[in-house]
């Protein structure tokens, strides 16, 4: 599902909002989600699962073209991890190949 598909599913399932209303909710609540993990905040959302900042110790890596080492430095990244409801949701509606 892309940013689009998610406000076309908003928008036809309120109707008394329009398009334009419902783009608008959508950035409005995805840059809260950003601005709070970027200021290094944990962000919850029951039966969802939670977002939250983990860091990436620095490492060694290669260079692919020359094969020479190359120091990757330490990173923060944003880490997803879903709640119970949500996996419950998954296995549930998946079939398990």
């Known amino acids: 599902m892309t940013r689009s598909d998610l406000v076309a599913v908003l928008a036809e399932r309120f109707g008394q909002l329009t398009q334009r209303d419902t783009e608008f909710a959508v950035k409005t609540i995805l840059d809260a989600m950003s601005d709070a993990l970027a200021r290094g905040h944990r962000i919850e959302i029951r039966g969802f699962g939670s977002f939250s900042i983990s860091r990436r110790p620095p490492r060694v890596g290669r260079n ?3 094969g020479e080492q190359v120091m990757i430095p330490e990173k ?7 709640g119970k409801a949500l996996r419950e949701a998954v296995d549930k509606h998946l079939p398990v190949e």
Request: overall charge positive; glycine content about 0%.
């Open 64 to 66: 692919p073209r020359s």
């Open 76 to 82: 923060l990244a944003p880490h997803f991890k879903p």
